[in-house]
């Protein structure tokens, strides 16, 4: 089992950068699929990002392809998110999610481990 906080999140000026921080505070994350996802008021959770817990592939959706990477830090034991470029429709709350299996998953429903979720907000 695996309890998880994000960090990181906060307001930025469109075309800034963010970089979202996933850890375990309990457990630790080093043996899990990690995936990072985002949902906006009133609309549906949205796949972002997902790394194997080999961390030698990723997978991204296409509105951040080019612009995120997501990458393991096994000496912090974290999942980072780096956001480039960003735009005003990438606000929302961003969660980090995990699975003890091997390869990639970008289903929510396969993640039965999430955090709290940390707020990003772009803006002019």
């Known amino acids: 089992q695996v309890q998880l906080v994000e960090s990181g999140g906060g307001s930025v000026e469109i075309g800034g950068s963010l970089r979202l921080s996933c850890v375990a505070s309990?457990?630790?994350?080093?043996?899990?699929?990690v995936g990072w996802f985002r949902q906006v008021p009133g609309k549906e959770r949205e796949f972002v990002a997902a790394?194997?817990?080999?961390?030698?592939?990723?997978y991204y959706a296409d509105s951040v392809r080019g612009r995120f990477t997501i990458s393991r830090d096994n000496a912090k034991d974290a999942v980072n998110l780096q956001m480039s470029s960003l735009k005003p429709e990438d606000s929302a709350v961003y969660y980090c999610?995990?699975?003890?299996?091997?390869?990639?998953?970008?289903?929510?429903?396969?993640?039965?481990?999430w955090g709290q979720g940390t707020q990003v907000t772009v803006s002019s």
């Open positions: 790394i194997p817990w080999r961390g030698n592939i990723t």
């Open positions: 999610a995990a699975v003890q299996a091997v390869g990639l998953w970008i289903r929510g429903s396969d993640y039965p481990y």
């Open positions: 309990l457990g630790t994350i080093s043996r899990y699929a």
